[in-house]
């Protein structure tokens, strides 16, 4: 049963400390999105791949979020330095160009 | 303006009544819609496409009106387990394949 795995799916960590979640995406798919949840907000998108190129980052704080795909089945999002309000749910998803996107479990993030 | 909108409820409904969902989007160029799924504290997950023609899966109908840009979900004598977040998402395929969501329509089953 194909699933997009993310790790890790829960993480705690303080201000200022560097944190950095990953995504394997569904075989073959060749679309990658990132999205943040948060109650406030709902799914926000904050960055997608096309065959492991950035598309769009547009949704992401540049200062401190960075995206990339170093290889077609790891998808990783790092930030630096964390800040309390970065605490959300973030999902990965993967797909293509023209169909549904099927979501990791998430990583719940709380930044301290 | 969210460029994907629905009413974010709550929608308290009893057991087996039927409930409808609308959705509008401003983008004329979206080309594909869904309808997701969202438990409490769990990832998305497709509920059901969205076609011009109108498509139905047992209880649940979609409908989509390109000339008036909104999508709608009926459910049928709903049931308990039906309570959840649904997401109305569209597909922007000049934009790479773009998936956009709407904030999501709360849904309470009540017995």
């Known amino acids: 049963d194909a699933r997009v795995t993310q790790t890790p799916r829960h993480k705690v960590t303080e201000m200022g400390q560097e944190v950095t979640m990953r995504c394997q995406p569904i075989?073959?798919?060749?679309?990658v999105f990132w999205y943040r949840q948060t109650m406030m907000q709902g799914l926000e998108l904050l960055a997608y791949f096309r065959n492991r190129a950035p598309l769009d980052d547009s949704g992401m704080p540049k200062d401190r979020f960075s995206a990339e795909m170093p290889d077609a089945t790891l998808a990783t999002l790092k930030i630096q330095p964390s800040e309390p309000r970065d605490s959300a749910v973030y999902f990965c998803?993967?797909?293509?160009?023209?169909?549904?996107?099927?979501f990791g479990q998430g990583t719940r993030l709380t930044v301290v | 303006r969210k460029e994907v909108e629905q009413d974010p409820g709550p929608f308290n409904v009893p057991e087996g009544a039927t409930v409808a969902f609308n959705c509008t989007y401003s983008?004329?160029?979206?080309?594909?819609f869904f309808w997701y799924r969202q438990d409490c504290r769990k990832e998305p997950k497709l509920l059901m496409s969205?076609?011009?023609s109108g498509n139905e899966d047992g209880r649940f109908t979609a409908q989509l009106n390109r000339a008036s840009q909104y999508i709608s979900l009926l459910i049928r004598d709903s049931k308990l387990s039906d309570s959840a977040t649904y997401l109305c998402v569209v597909i922007h395929y000049n934009q790479g394949g773009k998936l956009i969501f709407g904030q999501g329509t709360e849904l309470s089953v009540k017995p």
């Open positions: 983008n004329s160029a979206s080309q594909s």
């Open positions: 969205v076609y011009s």
């Open positions: 998803a993967s797909g293509e160009r023209t169909t549904e996107a099927f």
């Open positions: 075989l073959g798919h060749n679309t």
